[in-house]
């Protein structure tokens, strides 16, 4: 069975500055997608970013961009420039590719909160 | 875009009474997909289905039934409600896109008393 690790519970950052969520997982498969779902306090879970393992290149979404680590099976998200509405919930999760029962894995999220 | 739509929002309930959660969706999506989110923790697959008339166990099963007799609808039935199925419950879909992404309701807080 699939294990998603995040090690940070909580982090804060100022606003306008990058911080880095970190997440380790644990699979013996060779090809799956990685994914970053934020969860504002409203509770609405949002895809921030995906990546497909077998995609060497690392995913970038406006000031979200990712650091995959296959070989280590690590996957941390950076946030640039951060705003006030960026505070949420973040969840790390894994999936096996399409065409298995494609069920998500969480892992127990870092709770962000950027200040003033 | 209505997407997944999940009822009742908030519910509290006795232990030992029985409901029904409602979750349907427009975008013609096989997979269908009931997650429960502790306070502070993250989510856990409940029960899952792949098409309708299929439906299979997740990590978390025990105390809960579903069906899926349209694909649009997946309904999760909680019976004997007790207070450790006080929970956020999500309703999620997918379809046969090769993005992996899953499409979430806005969540029903339920709580047993």
């Known amino acids: 069975a699939q294990t998603v690790t995040q090690s940070q519970p909580e982090m804060s950052v100022q606003e306008a500055e990058t911080v880095t969520l970190s997440c380790t997982y644990d699979?013996?498969?060779?090809?799956?997608?990685l994914f970053w779902y934020k969860q504002p306090p409203s509770r609405q879970m949002i895809l921030v970013i995906r990546?497909?393992?077998?995609?060497?290149q690392n995913a970038t979404e406006n000031r979200f961009s990712v650091n995959f680590q296959k070989a280590a099976k690590s996957f941390s998200l950076k946030i640039s420039d951060s705003q006030l509405g960026d505070t949420a919930m973040y969840f790390c999760?894994?999936?096996?590719?399409?065409?298995?029962?494609?069920?998500?894995?969480f892992g127990t999220g870092t709770r962000l909160q950027v200040t003033l | 875009n209505a997407g997944v739509t999940q009822t009742p929002k908030f519910r509290i309930l006795k232990i030992g009474q029985s409901m029904t959660l409602q979750c349907t969706q427009d975008?013609?999506?096989?997979?269908m997909y009931w997650y429960r989110q502790d306070p502070g923790m993250g989510l856990k697959l409940i029960y899952y289905?792949?098409?309708?008339?299929?439906?299979d166990k997740g990590e978390v099963p025990n105390g809960y039934n579903v069906s899926r007799s349209t694909t649009e609808d997946f309904p999760l039935r909680l019976e004997l409600a007790a207070p450790s199925q006080t929970s956020v419950y999500f309703c999620?879909?997918?379809?046969?896109?090769?993005?992996?992404?899953?499409?979430f309701g806005e969540g029903s807080r339920l709580t047993v008393l």
């Open positions: 999620a879909s997918k379809g046969t896109s090769n993005t992996g992404e899953l499409f």
């Open positions: 699979t013996s498969e060779s090809n799956y997608y």
């Open positions: 990546q497909e393992a077998y995609k060497q």
């Open positions: 999760a894994f999936m096996k590719p399409p065409g298995t029962a494609s069920k998500l894995t």
């Open positions: 975008m013609n999506h096989n997979y």
């Open positions: 289905s792949v098409g309708a008339g299929i439906t």
